[in-house]
């Protein structure tokens, strides 16, 4: 198991600059309950199912803080680390 | 930066709020609407300021009753059907304190829909907030008062043969003064629709239209959490629009937003008006 497996963090093969700041999202991989709400409501694809099922930041620099995923997460399980 | 600060306690703010020692995540099915509803309570709750001291939830029994056992104000889970007696008792006690009631449609319009009715009646300052989910959910799927018409649960397995309820025309009718409808897909008109009705001085009622894919989802082939999520999308109409729209159109559409808004003298009020005026005899 990875790294984006456990923390829903950008993997290894992301090409996302940190230097610009930590990833868009914090995801709860203990909370999530795997309904995928939020991988369907984003404009953007930034989230991804990993092999549970789970979101995983696959494109974090595509993210454009629109509040779609944490607002419907039923489980709290997303938070924002800009807006 | 400061805004940044700002906005950040914004995503998280929800966590402040739950209830500390409770175990998570919460007992509701993965992409239950009810979770979505907490969330809107939370932020609309947070918005206007009220501090956890301030508000009451009163509760029965069903899924959507399970929402105050997670939440760190002061709540109540009375039995089924009779949260809105139980609220009403709470807010003549402290007239001063927000009393929300969480109830689902089997709870407020079947085994409860007296207490409903007479409630909207009195006007009394209570916000109810309905989650509709067109079935009983934690029992296994028999069909509700809102089940509508046509569609499969496990009580009308050939089809409900029954119409449904409006539960805003019903409390619109019986006298509650402030009565909105939204749905989980639209969480931000949600969360605005309950900062409204827990501002409204009189019985409120917010409809908030969720999801239930385990039961009603299945049988009646809507899909998982997602596609009844679109379909809420597709099938919103917002009441400005609705207005001008045939009865035939409106077939399968939820009108949503502010449908009646109105004031009316509250039932507290009335009451102190009679102890001031016989305080001083005998």
Known sequence: ?83 | MATAEKAKQKSDVTLHYLRPGKKFPSVWCPGCGNGVVMGSLIRAIDNLGLSKDEVVLVSGIGCSSRLPVYLDFNSLHTTHGRALPFATGAKFAQPHMKVIVITGDGDALAIGGNHFIHACRRNIDITAILINNHIYGMTGGQGSPTTPGGTFSTTTPYGNVEKHFDPCSLAAAAGATFVARSTVYHEPQLQKLIGQAISHRGFSLVEAISNCHTYFGRLNRKGDAVAMFDAFKERAVPVGKASKMTEEELEDKIVTGVIHNVEKTEFCDEYQKVVDAHMGEK
């Open chain 1, 1 to 83: 198991m990875t790294d984006a497996d456990t923390t829903g963090k950008p993997g290894p093969q992301s090409k996302y600059d940190y230097s610009k700041g930590p990833a868009p999202l914090e995801i709860n991989m203990t909370w999530c309950k795997a309904c995928n709400i939020c991988i369907a409501l984003c404009p953007k694809q930034v989230l991804e199912p990993d092999r549970n099922g789970k979101p995983v930041q696959a494109r974090p620099e595509n993210c454009t803080q629109c509040t779609l995923c944490w607002i419907h997460c039923p489980d709290f399980a997303i938070t924002s680390n800009y807006k």
